[in-house]
Every structure is written in structure tokens, then in C-alpha cells.
């Protein structure tokens, strides 16, 4: 990519990622060739976030507030990034999850501007062409989905593109990782979605999805070409359906600087908030037994993390898979199936142990199982039914009970029920917002286990080191900083994660754990003469307008 002219005048005034707007300065606007071309009034980034926020405001409803969001990102990054780190607990929801599952349902309808790539199999044979296209030559992070498994809505073709664009907003936002080096990527692989191959306004490629050979050998030619020409960007695999996600990453992590969201970002967050779960239960993880509601990838993930923290606490792997109790849509995972892939088998519990029972469902396990924690990445709503709940909380003083599905419709149950039968003493964390429960006549905010605690961090760490591999060991660093800040560690009445006002600060504490491990696993170079923090800090990008 040839080096880019100074920018003038209008050029200027319309470039995103440079222009300040009203903002520019008298001295400025004649310096750049834009004498005329604003009103006569100069405001500070400070007057115009607030009146930024004056629009927000008057949009009437989530997905109106999420467009205004995205045409002020497309016309001022540095405005848009202010203005979210001044109001992150009431933006987030807007930008990302759950307002973010509507805007890829109706991508099409809402679309305005582009906004990163669209890497399509008709395209194959100019792959290098279309990455050369990008707006920015040196890239730190891509997020890259095909938009099969969008959030629990399913297939949504090239609506997914809104997943990448949400999330590399958080990477700047809470990471520090600088706009203009930042890239979204959907693949656009076809549809199998009927709806959209008959939406007027769908605009990607109208053919079904490609078959699992084509699929493979196209992904495999987009990852080298991003190896060749970025080198050291870090790709994150984002909403790949349950039998691509875990391949794709087996078959890169290896070699290059990747992981995947869905599946190790999901499980560092899930497992941070049970780190600080368990110690205020006072049962630690290796003493606990666990059930996961939910087999997929993201479920499998979790579980993996949970595995390994359990062996890091001082159990065998063979003690620790005795402790962890996986059921998917058929059932406990037992050894006896025929039906399981090589992931969940790592998982299957040995057929005798069930022998007896009536069956193998979830409620079975609740019953004859000393179970204190219990998690639910199925995307089957209410499937923890009051009979469950109930019963898991007589076999425990403090019950540690995650419905993780998201969007907010698939929850296995509500915050609020789960209080109400377990008599407030559930230690409770969810995967989509809800609003505070009422326990004994106090109102107690509910943990939400969004990812955005813990990508922003790995992206913030891997760039300050120049770590060329993600290890397991960087994203355990990441769930146990994550768990230690737990406010519920002070008072049991708090959540069991951090408030989204503290992120930016969280968020650089768990990146100088991620950067440190990286370190120690030989991923990284040991910075000369240089503090860890101190590299970290100065490696985040903050929004304001240059002098």
C-alpha cells in the first residue's frame, strides 16, 4: 500500500480517524485549507460530546441509538470513542450486546457506510487484492466471523459484519488499541438462511452456505494471505458455528497470533467470575462439582479452563474430569456414546457412574450429584426450572448458578427467579444484562460475563510485547486478575465482576498479567530495561483530539 498524501480541507474535515470537526482551531482551519468550510464557532471535544449525547438522547429506541452510534463513528472516531468512555455503562448495551443481535438482523435495512471488509468466496482468486484494500496499512487486530452462529440468533449471512465492527469498538474503547489499526472481517461464505436469500435487502452473496471442503480450503487461503501480509496483526475468530469454531482454532493457534473469542474468551471471563465466586462460597474450584448445561464450543471451552484451574489447584486431570458434569441435547456426555465429537470426550463421564439412575438429563444430575456450581451455554430458555434450582440449593449454602446464553430471550432463567428460589443465596452471574434483583428488600446489581473484560486486555497485551502466540496460560492470567477484582470479595451483596466504569483500569491491570505470562511462556520478548505496566499504559490510545 503506497503512503498516503496530507489530508486537506474537505478531505480532511470528512477523514474519520483525523478530523476534529468544530473542534479545529482558527490557526488550524487556515492552515488546512478550511477557511469557510465550518461555522464560525470553536468547541472543545468536551462541548461536543455534550452535544453528541443531547442526539443519543432523543433517538427513541435501542436500535436508533445504535445507528446514531455508528454514523458517529463513521464520520468522527475520536468524538465517538470520547463520548462512549464518558458513558460506558449506558453505551455498551447499545454498541455491542444486546442491541448489537438486532443490527445484524436487519444489516441490510440499516446499512449506510462501509466499514472494514467483505472477504467473499466469489472473490477467492483476489484474496491479496481485497486485504490490500483495507483503509490502514499496519494493523494490530482483526476480528473475523462468518456470521453462522451470531450471538444465539443463528445464521445471519453477512449481518455478522455488525459482530466484528461491535467488538473492535470495545478493543478501542476499553483496550486502547487505536482505531485506524483495527480491521473487521466477515467471510461471506453464503447463507442457509431462507429468509435472507429472499430479503430484498440482503446484500450479501445469495447462494447457500459452501460445503465443509470449499469452506476449509478458503479459510485456509484467507489466513495465509493475512500471515503474509500482516504478519503480526492478532486474528480473532468470532461467531464460527460449533463444528468450524474449534477446528479453525486447532488448526492455526499454533502458527500465528490468534484465538478464538467464543470459545477461550468466553471461558476466561466465565471462569474469573467463578474464581471470585468460589472463594466467597468458600469451596475452591478443585473442591467443587460442576455441571455445564450446554456442549458446544463455547460450553467445552469453559469447561477446558475450568479443567485446568482445577489441576493448577492441586487435582490429577483424570480427579479433575471425575468433577465436571457436561449435558448437551441428548444428555450427560458418557462414555458410551457414539455420538460425541473428540473435544467432548475429553468431557464423557464413564457410563458406570450413572448406572441406576432413572435418566440422564439435567435434573438427574442436580439429584444424584453433590453439585455446587452450574452453568448454561445451551441457549435453551428456562431450561434451569424452579424444581432445579430448588434443588440445587439444598445441597449447598452458597450456590454458584451462570445462565450464559445469550441474547437475553435464551437465558436458562432469569437473575431475579434464581434468587427467588434459592432465598437470595445463589452467587449469580449472567451472560446478557439484566436488571438488579430484589433479595430480603436490597437491590443487588447482577454480573454480567461479557467478554469485554477479558479481549480488550489480550489485544491491549499481545500489542504491547509483541507476543507472536495466545497460550492457554495468558488467558488463565486473564480469569484469575479478573477474579481477584471481584467487588463481591468485599461485600457478597456486590456483583461478581467489576462495574463497566472501571474497565478501562481493569483491564490494563489484567493485560500486564496477560503481557507478564506471555513473557514467561517464551511468546514474548522480556522488554529491555522496561516495566511491564508502565509498557502496557503506554501502549492504550486515548481519545483526544492531538494539539
Not at 503506497?2 to 474519520?16: C, W
Not at 438462511?193 to 469452506?215: K, Q, T
Not at 468458600?282 to 467445552?300: C, D, E, K, T
Not at 474497565?503 to 500486564?512: K, S
Request: proline fraction near 6%.
Amino acid at each position: 500500500m503506497s503512503e498516503q498524501r496530507p489530508r486537506r480541507g474537505q478531505e480532511l474535515l470528512l477523514d474519520p480517524l483525523r478530523t476534529k470537526g468544530t473542534a479545529f482551531s482558527q490557526d488550524e482551519r487556515r492552515e488546512h485549507g478550511m477557511l469557510g468550510l465550518l461555522p464560525a464557532a470553536v468547541k472543545t471535544i468536551a462541548d461536543q460530546c455534550e452535544h453528541t449525547y443531547h442526539e443519543f438522547s432523543t433517538r427513541h429506541n435501542d436500535l436508533d441509538r445504535h445507528i446514531y452510534l455508528r454514523a458517529l463513528q463513521d464520520r468522527n472516531e475520536t468524538l465517538f470513542y470520547r463520548l462512549l468512555l464518558d458513558n460506558i455503562a449506558e453505551m455498551l448495551p447499545i454498541v455491542y450486546t444486546p442491541t448489537v443481535g438486532e443490527a445484524c438482523q436487519r444489516f441490510g435495512e440499516i446499512y449506510r457506510r462501509p466499514r472494514g471488509l467483505f472477504v467473499s468466496y466469489p472473490d477467492r482468486e483476489h484474496l491479496r487484492e481485497v486485504l490490500r484494500n483495507r483503509r490502514a496499512e499496519e494493523v494490530d487486530v482483526i476480528v473475523v466471523t462468518d456470521g453462522q452462529r451470531i450471538l444465539g440468533l443463528g445464521d445471519q449471512g453477512i449481518g455478522g459484519m455488525g459482530i466484528p465492527i461491535g467488538k473492535l469498538s470495545l478493543y478501542t474503547l476499553i483496550g486502547g488499541i487505536a482505531p485506524a489499526r483495527t480491521l473487521p472481517i466477515v467471510l461471506d461464505v453464503g447463507t442457509d438462511n431462507a429468509d435472507l436469500l429472499n430479503d430484498p435487502y440482503y446484500l450479501g452473496w445469495r447462494h447457500e452456505r459452501i460445503s465443509d471442503d470449499e469452506y476449509y480450503a478458503f479459510v485456509d487461503e484467507f489466513v495465509t494471505v493475512v500471515r503474509e501480509e500482516l504478519p503480526d496483526v492478532l486474528l480473532q475468530w468470532e461467531d464460527f458455528a460449533t463444528a468450524h469454531a474449534l477446528p479453525l482454532l486447532t488448526r492455526y493457534r499454533d502458527e500465528m497470533l490468534t484465538f478464538n473469542d467464543d470459545i477461550q474468551g468466553t471461558a476466561a471471563v466465565a471462569v474469573g467470575a467463578l474464581h471470585g465466586a468460589a472463594q466467597v462460597a468458600g469451596r475452591p474450584l478443585a473442591q467443587q462439582q460442576v455441571v455445564m448445561f450446554g456442549a458446544g464450543s463455547a460450553g467445552i471451552g469453559v469447561l477446558q479452563m475450568i479443567r485446568q484451574e482445577m489441576v493448577a489447584q492441586g487435582l490429577s486431570d483424570a480427579e479433575a474430569a471425575l468433577r465436571i458434569w457436561a449435558i448437551d441435547i441428548n444428555g450427560l456426555l458418557t462414555d458410551d456414546r457414539t455420538d460425541l465429537s473428540a473435544a467432548q470426550r475429553r468431557f464423557a463421564q464413564p457410563a458406570e457412574r450413572v448406572t441406576g439412575w432413572g435418566g440422564r438429563q439435567l435434573a438427574d444430575v442436580i439429584q444424584h450429584v453433590d453439585v455446587g456450581i452450574l452453568l448454561g451455554l445451551s441457549t435453551a430458555a428456562g431450561a434451569f426450572t424452579e424444581e432445579i434450582v430448588r434443588a440445587l440449593a439444598a445441597k449447598t449454602d452458597s450456590p454458584i448458578i451462570f445462565p450464559l446464553s445469550n441474547p437475553t430471550s435464551r437465558a436458562e432463567a432469569h437473575p431475579q427467579q434464581i434468587a427467588d428460589w434459592s432465598d437470595g443465596r445463589a452467587l449469580v452471574a449472567t451472560g446478557s444484562p439484566f436488571p438488579p434483583v430484589q433479595v430480603g428488600g436490597h437491590t443487588r446489581k447482577v454480573a454480567q460475563c461479557n467478554n469485554v473484560y477479558i479481549f480488550p486486555a489480550i489485544g491491549l497485551a499481545v500489542t504491547a510485547v509483541r507476543a507472536t502466540r495466545v497460550t492457554d496460560n495468558m488467558m488463565r492470567a486473564a480469569a484469575m486478575t479478573l477474579g481477584e477484582a471481584s467487588p463481591a470479595l468485599v461485600d457478597r451483596g456486590l456483583p461478581l465482576l467489576p462495574d463497566y466504569e472501571d474497565l478501562p483500569e481493569i483491564t490494563t491491570r489484567i493485560a500486564t498479567a496477560v503481557a507478564l505470562q506471555a513473557v514467561r511462556d517464551g511468546v514474548a520478548p522480556e522488554p529491555a530495561g522496561a516495566d511491564l505496566a508502565a509498557l502496557v499504559e503506554r501502549t492504550r490510545w486515548t481519545p483526544d483530539y492531538p494539539g
